[in-house]
């Protein structure tokens, strides 16, 4: 059965109930509440230490956007320089074509020339000495007498002299 209880014995289990809850609250503040402000105190090392990282990699990241904006543009001034260089070279191997060109075709030229001046040359070569023998019977028969043969002989030799110096 249910025992009511004193007085006494309600205030004895409040002093102890409140020495219970005092000395908890001691162990709660010796030990609870360092460890709590050693693992605030981490919390807000490791947020430190992430906004010190976030920092450094917003540094990283803008010095590689700086980068690469300048390989960009030293890219697009290669780019010209190369295309430049191209069609420099491009003009230069066509003058150097067209120049080829007209060297092969004054050479052609001149060798037409030169073959043109050997067939003449080879074609009087050929026919002078039937010529001269033709001019020789023409003459003989006009100039059959003796004055017309010491003429004869004289002009025979006179062109005799200019073949010979004509070679």
Not at 57 to 85: G, P
Not at 129 to 154: I, K, M
Request: aromatic share 8%; proline share 2%; with cysteine.
């Amino acid at each position: 059965m249910h025992n009511p209880a004193t007085l006494g014995d309600v205030l004895f289990r409040c002093a102890i109930f409140s020495l219970f809850s005092y000395k908890c609250f001691q162990l709660l503040k010796a030990h609870l509440v360092p460890w709590l402000r050693s693992a605030v105190k981490q919390d807000r090392n490791a947020l430190t230490e992430l906004i010190e990282k976030d920092k450094l990699i917003t540094i990283s990241r803008r010095k590689l956007e700086s980068q690469i904006h300048h390989q960009k543009q030293l890219f697009t001034v290669l780019e010209h320089n190369i295309k430049r260089w191209h069609h420099d070279l491009y003009l230069a191997k066509q003058r150097t074509e067209d120049s080829r060109a007209r060297v092969i075709a004054k050479y052609n030229a001149k060798l037409a020339a030169q073959q043109e001046n050997l067939f003449i040359t080879q074609a009087l070569a050929a026919a002078l000495p039937q010529a001269l023998q033709n001019a020789e019977q023409q003459l003989l028969l006009s100039y059959a007498r003796s004055e017309g043969q010491a003429n004869f002989d004289r002009f025979i030799s006179d062109l005799a002299n200019n073949q010979a110096q004509a070679r």
